[in-house]
């Protein structure tokens, strides 16, 4: 595979094609896609730069007219896809993995005090579904499927569908096929 930019793995993840800038751009019409562009060049430019100014000025722009609360602090993979735009909250010092999606209405977050205190690290190729919550010093496996309305506070093995409030753990081999699409 060429060397492909983070950015393009993003945008490839929607449409399955590999895009040139200007392909990029005319796809920038979708919220969600604007937003993760806007978000990569925020995560590119040293804070204090003056390039990392302005896309950290615009990003911030764009939380607030897209209701995305994700900060270029926070590590997501390659291959990021937000479903959905709207109400969604993730903690600058979480970690996703590469081949995510995240669904609209999903906090994740740290846990101020108990044994989970902290933030979440989650794998690879994990579905998020509408409205999850996720918090706390815990690891979401690779290949884990969280459904809409779930509550997770525990840690969740590889392979797994995640159900329920609080949520239960299922094991499945195939917990996301049908549901990541356009691996990178």
Not at 6 to 12: E, S
Not at 71 to 96: R, S
Not at 116 to 127: A, R
Not at 161 to 170: E, L, T, Y
């Amino acid at each position: 595979m060429p060397n492909y930019t983070a950015i393009q793995k993003d945008f490839y993840r929607e449409s399955g094609k590999w895009l040139s800038i200007f392909q990029i751009w005319a796809k920038c019409i979708n919220p969600n896609l604007h937003y993760i562009y806007v978000f990569r060049k925020a995560q590119k430019y040293k804070k204090k730069s003056i390039p990392g100014m302005f896309w950290r000025f615009t990003l911030r722009h764009y939380q607030i007219k897209y209701g995305f609360q994700i900060y270029p602090e926070t590590e997501i993979g390659e291959g990021f896809y937000l479903g959905h735009w709207g109400a969604l909250v993730i903690n600058p010092k979480a970690k996703i993995g590469k081949n995510c999606n995240i669904a609209q209405g999903v906090t994740i977050g740290q846990q101020n005090r108990g044994k989970n205190e902290g933030f979440p690290v989650i794998g690879d190729e994990v579905w998020i579904g509408s409205n999850a919550v996720i918090v706390g010093n815990i690891t979401i496996g690779n290949n884990v499927l969280i459904a809409p309305n779930s509550y997770v506070n525990f840690d969740v093995p590889a392979d797994s569908v995640v159900m329920g409030n609080p949520g239960k753990i299922f094991p499945s081999l195939i917990a996301t096929e049908g549901y990541i699409n356009n691996k990178i």
